[in-house]
């Protein structure tokens, strides 16, 4: 497939994202942190157009070229405040997505393959924000309506597999055919002492247990500003619990399901965080993760099953196994790490996207390894490095814990 044709798929993916959603809610904020639903069908747009545009061609509409050129970093307690009203009819928006698609149609022939790469990459990082956005929504607000139980795979019995002393290959060479971004850059060796991780990601049901043994209100187990987060917002369980009765339940895409026990539970770093503190243990370092997934070599191959709306359960993929025997690692929830998100040697911003990276070297992002159910295959590469803040719940993403 070209990139061209890699450009135009990822168009309709984010479109028929977009078509899940009933016109009355693409108003709504669903995820405070984040914008209204009806800034994405402009951003996208605006920034192909931003990206791609030759230097002589004058802007698609100045205005919304402006409006919908950056979105924002969720930073809790910065929250933005506009109003449905403050945004254009969601007739001029798709008139303008149109218009930009037409002016780029001679364009995108031409344009250097990196550009391409780019806007393919951020059109489908937006399409799994999106999917993450639409589940938070209310199921009446979206088109589809699904029924039916949770896959449950068979038994397995938790456990941790040691992983010996060796080498983690980080990062991607400057001149590897695949495509990476600035921050995946240079490859590095990093020597790891020995340890021990899950061999599973924690589930719902023994996040379950931590819950139940009082996590949650236990201040010993939580980071000072994380506590301070916790108890600001009364978050008092996963963004997508719902306790019914004495029980709980599971927010799907598209219906409400009984917990299930063995998928993955979906929680911020904080809260992954808290858990690794109460079984005495931590979350992994991303040269730990590195090297529990790929081994010493490095390995380069991409695991992918087809999307799905929902995590499958932690042991589904029992012959996706890393070389040293860790599952699941790859595609089922992103997992959280401890190590913050800063340059590898050899950083150098792209010039065609100079924020993409560089402004989130702050000291106060984590790095998150593996993909979810919702991620695009292209970018469940092995340097990918994705990043978030550590009081952010929406995104999917779990965890597993190691040990020395």
């Known amino acids: 497939m070209t990139l061209v044709s890699r450009l135009l798929a990822a168009r309709q993916e984010t479109d028929a994202l977009f078509g899940e959603i009933r016109p009355e809610a693409m108003y709504d904020r669903p995820i405070p942190e984040r914008h209204r639903v009806v800034f994405y069908v402009g951003h996208l747009e605006a920034f192909d157009w931003n990206l791609l545009r030759g230097t002589g061609e004058a802007g698609a509409h100045a205005e919304l070229d402006r409006l919908f050129a950056f979105g924002i970093d969720p930073v809790g307690g910065n929250l933005p405040t506009d109003r449905p009203d403050d945004w254009p009819r ?32 951020h059109r489908l990082m937006h399409a799994e924000t999106l999917s993450y956005i639409l589940h938070q929504m209310p199921f009446e607000r979206k088109r589809s309506r699904a029924t039916g139980t949770a896959l449950q795979n068979g038994a397995f019995v938790p456990g941790s597999v040691k992983i010996p002393a060796g080498e983690a290959v980080l990062g991607l060479r400057r001149d590897s055919p695949v495509f990476g971004w600035d921050n995946e850059y240079d490859e590095h060796t990093v020597h790891v002492p020995g340890f021990a991780i899950d061999r599973y990601k924690v589930t719902n049901g023994e996040f379950l247990r931590f819950l139940e043994a009082g996590g949650y209100s236990n201040r010993a187990l939580w980071k000072a500003d994380d506590w301070e987060w916790r108890s600001a917002n009364e978050i008092s369980h996963p963004a997508l619990w719902i306790r019914r009765g004495n029980g709980w339940s599971y927010r799907s895409m598209f219906n409400e399901l009984p917990l299930p026990p063995d998928w993955p539970v979906y929680v911020s770093h904080a809260e992954g965080s808290a858990y690794a503190r109460w079984v005495g243990k931590s979350l992994p370092t991303e040269a730990e993760w590195q090297r529990a997934a790929y081994g010493d070599a490095g390995a380069t191959g991409i695991y992918s099953d087809p999307a ?76 990918f490095r994705n990043w978030f803040q550590p009081h952010y719940q929406y995104v999917y993403a779990g965890f597993r814990c190691v040990s020395c």
């Open 90 to 121: 969601l007739q001029t928006v798709h008139d303008y997505r149109d218009r930009v698609r037409e002016r780029l149609h001679g364009v995108i022939d031409s344009a250097a393959p990196q550009l391409l790469h780019v806007a393919i990459e």
């Open 308 to 383: 799905t709306w929902d995590p499958m359960p932690v042991n589904h993929a029992e012959a996706s196994r890393s070389p040293f025997g860790v599952i699941g690692m790859i595609a089922n929830g992103w997992e959280w790490t401890s190590t913050e998100f800063a340059p590898f040697p050899g950083f150098r911003p792209f010039s065609c996207y100079p924020g993409y990276s560089e402004p989130f070297f702050d000291g106060r992002h984590y790095v998150l390894k593996g993909g979810s159910v919702r991620t695009a295959p292209c970018m469940l590469r092995r340097s």
